[in-house]
């Protein structure tokens, strides 16, 4: 079992900058791929950023240019980078986590396996 715990969320103004962390215990996520979704109100969970058990990462369109996933694995943390942010990014951020090494990055909340609770990101303009 994976547990997986969001932090950094916050509100901010638009063009200010965040870093979300994503802590995991129980399990080293070094083979692990681990993502970033969100969801607004009255939305669908949308993904945002994911980077696989080797290393790649992929990004949504939207956050493409802005946002950076990395992980560190000395402190089984991945982290989101979000610069430049939007009033369009206000959202609850989630965590994600599975252990499948598949050779694309899945990029649909049923893929994941594990969750956190999430971290609110509130964007003003």
């Known amino acids: 079992q994976v547990q997986l715990v969001e932090s950094g969320g916050g509100l901010v103004q638009a063009g200010d900058s965040l870093r979300l962390s994503c802590v995991a215990s129980g399990r080293t996520l070094r083979t692990y791929t681990v993502a970033w979704f969100r969801q607004a109100p009255g939305k669908e969970r949308e993904f945002v950023a994911g980077v696989r058990w080797n290393g790649f990462s992929n990004y949504a369109d939207s956050v493409q240019g802005r946002f950076t996933i990395s992980r560190d694995k000395a402190k089984n943390t991945v982290y989101l980078q979000m610069n430049s942010l939007k009033p369009e990014d206000t959202a609850l951020y989630y965590c994600?986590?599975?252990?499948?090494?598949?050779?694309?990055?899945?990029?649909?909340?049923?893929?994941?396996?594990?969750w956190g609770q999430g971290t609110q990101v509130t964007v003003s303009s």
């Open positions: 994600a986590a599975h252990s499948r090494m598949t050779t694309v990055t899945s990029t649909t909340p049923v893929q994941y396996d594990y």
